[in-house]
């Protein structure tokens, strides 16, 4: 059975997307708290292992790495660039059985990727797959919510609290 890996150029990711770079202008943290985030969600819908690395050059300090929402992130050493690390990644991580995915929109590191094995998939592709996600998880909240059994008696919002609070044990 083959498994699949994507891994992220987080800050040039960050660049590309829009709500990303406007978060970016505003504190940085933010914008990569949020495509952890969407990476997260990305995971969970596709099953994918996930990895994003940034460049420790604009997080100053020893490589790091941890784990966030069920998705690996990186901090590359100093002198390290995100480029540098996934291509090791990618040689580390290939085989076989691994079917390895690079986001990144740098030409010249999807050719360099390329030449290893990897797929690549630009930003604009993996933020445009993102926007199906989000549309599949949104209507799969709307079937859920629509099925959901309603009471056929009307009750006024007082009297339901009181139910609510029967039915959690509360008095």
Not at 80 to 98: F, N, W, Y
Not at 107 to 134: C, H, P, Y
Request: hydrophobic content about 40%; glycine content about 4%.
């Amino acid at each position: 059975m083959r498994t699949d890996t994507l891994l992220v150029d987080g800050y040039n990711v960050i660049g590309a997307w829009e709500e990303l770079r406007q978060m970016k202008k505003e504190r940085l943290a933010d914008a990569r708290d949020r495509l952890i985030e969407k990476m997260a969600e990305y995971k969970a819908h596709t099953g994918w292992r996930v990895i994003i690395v940034f460049d420790a050059h604009l997080v100053p300090g020893i490589e790091k790495r941890k784990r966030h929402h069920d998705v690996e992130i990186f901090f590359t050493r100093k002198n390290e660039t995100a480029d540098e690390r996934i291509e090791k990644l990618v040689s580390e991580l290939g085989g076989r059985r691994v079917q390895i995915h690079v986001a990144t929109s740098d030409l010249t590191e999807q050719w360099v990727i390329f030449a290893q094995g990897a797929l690549r998939k630009s930003a604009r592709e993996l933020q445009i797959e993102m926007d199906e996600i989000d549309k599949s998880i949104a209507a799969k909240v709307k079937n859920i919510q629509e099925q959901r059994p309603s009471s056929k008696i009307p009750l006024t919002d007082e009297v339901a609290e009181i139910f609510e609070k029967w039915r959690r044990g509360m008095k």
